[in-house]
């Protein structure tokens, strides 16, 4: 054309980044739409459309074309190093992977979800254990092929939480491990057994959604740029910072769509504070699964479970739903707080969380070197129950059958909640450190002072740098569990009544 | 792969049209979640990401690879014989008009759409004119790069209704328009006005969208294969024939939604009707414009504002709206058929309707031959409305700038909607020779045989056909206005009482 210019290298690949970013996108909305409206009809149709755009994705992003613009690229600004840095890492692995594989994966996991359905429903492990052999030998491929040094976790791990690896995440863990089984022990050897039966009704679900939109907005979460609907399972995605969507289910139990929406809405709100500009290139949104689980922790348990909170929120609770008893804030606080060994790691309460997350990345680890047999896993599993939780599961369906991760091959994912836990800990100490005592806040239903900083030391920064180097810059220190476990040590003891330890 | 054979040129060409449909398809996704539920913080990016995907889709579409696969395909039955029809017709057109036109227009009629909303809320045409005029330029160029014979109108509304000409259109609205504008003056001359204000009021939404939702399910929409959502205009679109999707919106007039309802349900049951096997195929849906509209005018028009209809259901309507006055079945008909000329297309009564078309019909062809000059337009259009339905727009924005097409550089468009108005008696007429009085039916709400007999003669034969040859098929004979003007002049004399003629 007259007058234009020809473009530089780094125009060309961020153009080609913006048509990947569109493709990602169409997926994402047909995801979402498949989920809270799609007609059962609507079903192949759809995983036929999405299948080949994320094939197109896929070819346009490992494209020689690509591949040279990012070799070739010069970085004209540090925002354009971190962009090119993010880029050349994701290209490398997306390339060391071979097609072959990718291809055999994707339509084995596809395959595996249903499988893993079926097998969940007539607790038949037996039926899915052949398929979960083929995907851990899958991950091991990919192990092989992404390379490492001291662990094939490492190389799978990496691709969920920049950096992470073995060594670190067994670190956590044995810093955790101990003290969380003993805290569990002391809960449980206390005899205290906080009644919750009163959350537990039929509860109007259009006065649900009313109650949790009004809390989502009122910590802060923008529906000018957002908006909240119903789906079998609750989920956050984006599609750009200014439409950010929240998914909600309601359950007999009153509180669990509260901390389900105030859960997502840690997750959306971490998404709608990522910079304007970045907006539709690989710098924006949250950095990393464990970052962006300890904002979804921070909203859901740090600021939602605390007494303040309801200090706040528990008249207006009342007032919604008429059918609640006249409890007092006391017993409503130790009800939505009530620490319980169970089996279902998702409706696990916050002390014994982690120790669910203990045994799948045990498992995972031990499945991965052949440790374990995949025929041998029920046993393994029920054997780490027993160990972390007190309890054995009575069958496979809520025992080791009941996660989605490994029939979608996703191998290495699991600690990053555990780590988002801990995080959530160690950067609301620099938030109260920062503000005075964020809870004096929370009981006047005063958020903006909390948002705010958490946007201006982590949402504002998207994906600019690594976790590590973010970490470090709030909290001047790596990963560290101390604040998590002084945090939860005392408020337990504080809520169950127990002698109070100095923290380790 | 081993064990795989080479796929055939015709398989390489059906995977390549797969791909630009699952293009189509998630701007088809982005666009009704945009109109449905977006916050409106997504514009932006919902903008830049559907700009993205349509070019993808056009660049597959014109590129060189697929251009030789639809040349060198040879047909293996009839049905790939009528795909390569259609593929070849749209390769050709698509590749008449060069890039750098395509790309103007789209730019231009982005703006103009902006421009044409501010300058009908501010009633200031002057504002338009100047990009109107470009929008008719461009429609010129397009017209000598696609190619005609007679009127350059003819390259143009071929990409709307394939086959149609000025020739044919003219003949068309030389056929009804004497006699709709002498039923219009018989009708006001009879000075019977039926009361309508009985369907005004503030009705409950709720109660709306259930009644307009059991509707749409009696007349048969399949809410497994499809959904109904609210929207600020009512449409219909389709992500396959297993998701078919209506929206209506809901304003003071109690049968706008319901009329509005039926109109988008028969375009949503013809593409439901489509055969499953050409699901993501050129093939599948409707073949045309005016085919289609014929279908949504039959469930709005000869259906849904039959006395037999309400028949059956006005004691529901009654019952859902408390509020209504109980008024007889012969006054609710009258004020759902009440002819009226007045100055709003979307608004007018199924006499006065056509009479709206032809005024843009004759603007527009003048337009493009430079008969009359775009800063004059506002004069000829009031001109036209005082020939042809007596009354004068009071501005321009209930006058020529009312209309959303020509913003958006549509040129050739509007006849398709007289089309499927007479169509839709033409077919009537021969589903009652087929099934006997078919408001016998209606008066029972069994609406299964109408519409077994439309999915049988048009809804199964997707695009097939071309629409000449389909309604030759279903009707014996061309378009024929005939079995319309007879249609509605028996209706409305009887509505109106007014003195029998003997059909012309």
Redesign the interface.
């Known amino acids: 054309m007259l007058g234009s210019t020809m473009p530089t290298t780094l125009e060309s690949l961020k153009a080609r980044l913006?048509?990947i970013?569109?493709?990602h996108?169409?997926?994402g909305?047909?995801d979402w739409?498949q989920q809270c409206?799609?007609?059962?009809?609507?079903?192949?149709?759809?995983a036929?459309?999405v299948s080949?755009?994320s094939r197109?994705s896929h070819d346009l992003t490992v494209s020689d074309e690509t591949l040279r613009l990012a070799d070739e690229a010069r970085p004209e600004s540090d925002e354009d190093a971190a962009l090119l840095r993010i880029v050349r890492r994701d290209l490398e692995k997306a390339t060391k992977i071979p097609s072959s594989l990718v291809e055999e994966k994707s339509r084995l996991s596809s395959l595996a979800h249903e499988q893993w359905v079926r097998a969940r429903k007539a607790d038949d492990f037996a039926s899915f254990a052949p398929t979960l052999e083929r995907l851990f030998e899958i991950a091991r491929e990919e192990a092989r092929h992404l390379g490492y040094t001291d662990h094939p976790y490492d190389a799978l791990t990496d691709l969920y939480e920049e950096g992470a690896t073995k060594n670190g995440w067994d670190a956590m863990f044995d810093t955790i491990r101990q003290p969380l089984v003993e805290l569990v022990a002391r809960i449980k050897e206390s005899g205290v057994e906080p009644d919750r039966s009163f959350l537990h009704g039929d509860w109007d679900k259009g006065a649900q959604m009313e109650f949790t939109t009004m809390l989502a907005k009122a910590v802060g979460f923008?529906?000018?740029?957002?908006?909240q609907?119903t789906a079998p399972h609750p989920f956050c995605t984006n599609?750009?910072?200014?439409?950010v969507r929240l998914t909600t289910r309601f359950l007999d139990e009153l509180t669990s769509a509260i901390f389900g929406t105030l859960h997502e809405a840690g997750h959306g709100m971490y998404e709608q504070g990522s910079p304007m500009e970045w907006?539709?290139t690989p710098l924006s949104g949250g950095v990393s699964l464990g970052v962006h689980e300890s904002q979804s922790r921070t909203w859901e348990n740090i600021v939602g479970r605390s007494r303040a909170f309801w200090q706040r929120y528990l008249p207006d609770l009342k007032r919604a739903f008429p059918a609640l008893p006249d409890v007092d804030l006391d017993t409503f606080i130790k009800a939505v707080n009530r620490v319980e060994p169970s089996l279902i790691r998702v409706e696990a309460d916050e002390v014994t969380y982690n120790l669910h997350i203990m045994v799948r990345y045990e498992a995972e680890c031990d499945l991965l070197t052949e440790a374990v047999r995949v025929r041998d896993l029920p046993e393994y599993w029920n054997e780490k129950y027993r160990q972390y939780l007190g309890i054995v599961p009575p069958d496979n369906r809520d025992g080791c059958l009941q996660d989605v991760h490994w029939s979608g091959g996703m191998v290495g994912y699991f600690p990053t909640y555990s780590m988002g836990n801990i995080l959530s800990y160690q950067f609301w100490g620099r938030l109260t450190a920062d503000l005075g005592d964020p809870f004096d806040l929370i009981a006047h239903g005063d958020f903006a002072p909390i948002l705010g900083w958490l946007r201006e030391h982590i949402y504002r920064h998207g994906s600019y740098f690594t976790p590590e180097e973010l970490i470090k810059r709030v909290t001047g220190e790596g990963l560290n569990a101390k604040p998590y476990l002084d945090g939860i040590t005392a408020k337990y003891e504080g809520l169950y009544g127990l002698r109070q330890t100095v923290a380790s």
Chains 1, 2 share one sequence.
Do not use: K
Not at 37 to 46: H, L, S, T, V, W
Not at 239 to 243: E, N, Q, T
């Open positions: 913006a048509d970013d569109a493709l996108n169409a997926v909305v047909m739409d409206y799609m007609p059962q009809g609507g079903g192949e149709a759809r036929e459309h080949r755009l197109m923008d529906f000018d740029r957002g908006r609907d599609f750009s910072v200014g439409d907006d539709r």
